[in-house]
């Protein structure tokens, strides 16, 4: 039996409802951070995505999308939350490497491991979409995805020691994914220095202005903590602004940048800090059973699932992180043909089947998953394998298909007033 859709006045009510109670106390807060986030949700359809994991939950928990092969452990892996075409890049692991994998850890959580599939499948129909390829094209890469996501899974699930098992590096990554590497490898930590700061006195500090925002008398005070006598000289803090217009998913959570000495008192040495406030991730909202309790507060949720996820995470992770000028994110501007498409596809959906599988990996860190992941996952995947691929081509033509009109309705909101945003005509 069809189902009716929603008028287009429904349909916006319903998104206004769904922002209202997911960034309602936030936008309150910070009414200006807020129409620079939603006016980069308005630039496309792509954007307006991104922006909007919490209106994806929602409609997930609604009409019950891509809920075959959940059974009560396929319901409860650590999963990413946003997982979408651009979440990926580069980090330097605990040990020196440069590895591409999955980033972005703020939304991650525990839940159905098919939301994570479908959110991506979903974005990368709409990356085909605004390059032009066909349905039965986005179908293709879609295919790919899917296949290479599976087969991960299952090598995983069979194999006798996963740590044989080879991550994307300098070695083993190929065409964009190599490119990523090969242009974080260039990077240097003097480069990223002179990018952000400059020198006065002979001492560093913050460069004002391009998104760092000097800080007032009182809240700097608030923000510095307390000085150590062990940290006298390594370590010490050296200068802190604010942050604004970081990221589409940001907005309205207070953000620092924080410059510290580094091992010795050689300005080249010096170290970025940077923090900002967690927010609850947008699928803890609609999972059932949410292990809220288990964490501390947001930031131990996305720490602990960052490590859970993804394997050598960074040292420095914890209630803080450094920057990194190792950290690139894939670029899809240049990847246009179909089939280098459909091999970057390929590697991500095998980089996608990786974080899942890792979830029991550090035992400090699984007991919300007290299982092999990868084996449910594919235990589950084998009862219908055919149904499997079919069920994420459709879901990602349609919820492409519901995030362009969304997006639409969205900037006729935004543009008329009814959201935060610019003045309509006769206001001040």
């Given amino acids: 039996m069809a189902i009716d859709k929603p008028s287009i006045e429904q349909r916006g009510q319903e998104i206004l409802n769904v922002f209202n109670k997911t960034f309602g106390d936030l936008l309150a807060r910070d009414p200006a951070a807020f129409q620079v986030k939603f006016r980069k949700m308005a630039a496309s359809a792509f954007a307006f995505y991104r922006g909007s994991a919490c209106l994806f939950y929602h409609d997930i928990e609604q009409e019950q999308h891509i809920g075959p092969f959940l059974d009560d452990k396929t319901k409860r892996i ?6 979408h075409a651009e979440n990926f890049g580069t980090y330097m692991d605990s040990q020196g490497r440069l590895i591409f994998n999955v980033n972005d850890f703020d939304e991650a959580y525990v839940g159905p491991f098919i939301w994570d599939i479908g959110r991506f ?16 094209q986005i179908t293709r890469v879609v295919k790919v995805y899917t296949a290479a996501y599976r087969e991960r899974i ?5 194999c006798t020691n996963q740590h044989e ?12 994914l190599l490119d990523a590497l090969r242009s974080a490898r260039r990077q240097t930590r003097v480069d990223l220095l002179r990018s952000m700061t400059e020198i006065h006195d002979s001492e560093r500090r913050f460069t004002l202005g391009g998104g760092s925002i000097e800080l007032d008398s009182v809240t700097r005070e608030k923000t510095l903590p307390k000085s150590r006598d062990d940290c006298a000289t390594m370590y010490r803090i050296k200068d802190v602004v604010g942050r604004r217009g970081v990221g589409i998913g940001s907005a309205g959570l207070p953000s ?5 000495e580094g091992k010795s008192e050689a300005l080249e040495n010096d170290m970025v800090i940077y923090m900002k406030q967690s927010a609850a991730a947008a699928v803890s909202r609609h ?28 040292a420095w992770l914890g209630w803080t992180e450094k920057v990194s000028p190792y950290a690139v994110d894939l670029d899809w501007s240049d990847i246009n043909d179909l089939e280098e498409m459909a091999a970057v596809v390929a590697d991500l959906g095998t980089a996608t089947a990786m974080m899942h599988g890792a979830g029991d990996d550090n035992a400090r860190y699984s007991k919300l998953v007290p299982f092999s992941p990868e084996k449910a996952i594919d235990e ?22 519901q995030t362009r009109r969304d997006h639409h309705i969205f900037v006729d909101l935004f543009r008329n007033g009814r959201i935060p ?4 005509d006769g206001e001040n």
Avoid: C
Wanted: charge should be negative; hydrophobic fraction near 45%.
């Fill in 78 to 83: 650590w999963i990413h939350g946003d997982l």
């Fill in 121 to 136: 499948v979903a974005s990368i129909a709409l990356i085909g979409y605004t390059k032009a390829l066909s349905d039965q």
């Fill in 154 to 158: 299952h090598s995983l699930a069979t």
């Fill in 165 to 176: 098992v080879p991550r994307f590096t300098l070695d083993t990554a190929k065409g964009p």
């Fill in 256 to 260: 620092f940048n924080f410059l510290l």
């Fill in 287 to 314: 999972v059932e059973n949410a292990p809220s309790a288990y964490f501390h507060h947001e930031g131990h949720r996305t720490v602990i699932s960052q490590r859970a996820l993804q394997a050598q995470a960074d």
């Fill in 380 to 401: 589950a995947i084998m009862t219908d394998e055919g149904r499997f691929v079919d069920v994420l081509v459709a879901f990602a033509h349609e919820y492409s298909a």
């Fill in 421 to 424: 945003g610019p003045p309509v």
